[in-house]
């Protein structure tokens, strides 16, 4: 009578014992890779984009009167000043810039707006004169756009603003820059920001000490003076259209009878 029953007690110990191993298996199955590109960016890079964001701040705080050797991607040299005003007003004069190196410029911001100078040089021996080129606020146009203007200026707000589109990581200073210099990628094509790519430094007061950029190398030049209270213009505001980079335009020679 019982004799049927003993394949079905052998089948059930069977179960038993095999269960709990399928299940034990199961518990410690290895996770899910991780799909590629899902890792968090390196901890350096991301220390880093922290730290030049800070420098930019502090930057930003830094009111100074300096000069910096800036040197062009032909290798000549020349010497900027940066005027940064304990109101927020600012002036950066760059020689050799206008009419195809012939004149040398300023350009300025100031409560009552934004100005381009042309001061007195070898292709324009008449007094400084300013134009008005807008709203203290606005963008400089690209063809009076000196770029140098730039770093002490309206990068530092893309510097510090952690959702603008840059890839930061340490770089090695240039020959004679002291401070702490980063490399600024761009990591969009559709960056639209006054920012050049490029190396950035800075000491830890925020003192911009070097620039490398398209436009080519700003370098420190001397140690900076204290900051007037505001910026002056080079000279009186006066009706004109600004200088732009373009050599002067000679027309014909009159004709001789």
């Not at 290895?30 to 800070?54: F, H, K, N, Y």
């Not at 000549?76 to 007003?89: P, Y």
Request: charged fraction near 20%; glycine fraction near 8%.
């Amino acid at each position: 009578m019982h004799a049927h029953l003993r394949p079905a007690r052998r089948l059930t110990g069977a179960l038993a014992i095999v269960l709990p191993a399928l299940l034990a298996a199961c518990t410690a199955a290895p996770p899910e890779p991780v799909p590629p590109g899902a890792t968090d960016p390196p901890a350096e890079v991301d220390a880093a984009r922290d730290e030049l964001a800070a420098l930019a701040a502090a930057a930003q705080d830094r009111h100074l009167t300096a000069t910096y050797t800036l040197t062009g991607t032909d290798g000549s040299a020349r010497t900027v000043s940066v005027t940064s005003a304990n109101d927020g007003t600012w002036r950066v004069d760059v020689p050799g810039w206008g009419l195809g190196g012939t004149v040398d410029v300023s350009l300025a911001a100031t409560a009552d707006g934004l100005f381009q100078c042309a001061l007195p040089s070898a292709g324009r021996p008449e007094p400084a004169s300013c134009v008005r080129l807008g709203e203290p606020d606005d963008a400089v146009p690209r063809k009076q756009d000196v770029r140098v203007q730039h770093p002490f200026t309206d990068s530092l707000e893309v510097l510090t603003d952690r959702r603008a589109p840059l890839a930061v990581s340490p770089a090695t200073p240039p020959a004679g820059v002291s401070g702490q210099c980063y490399s600024v990628e761009s990591t969009s094509a559709s960056l639209n920001a006054p920012l050049d790519v490029g190396i950035y430094c800075y000491r830890p007061d925020g003192t911009p000490t070097a620039v490398r950029a398209a436009f080519g190398t700003l370098k420190l030049a001397g140690e900076p003076g204290p900051a007037p209270a505001t910026v002056r213009l080079a000279g009186p505001v006066a009706e004109g259209e600004p200088i732009g980079t373009d050599s002067p335009t000679v027309g014909p020679s009159p004709e001789t009878p």
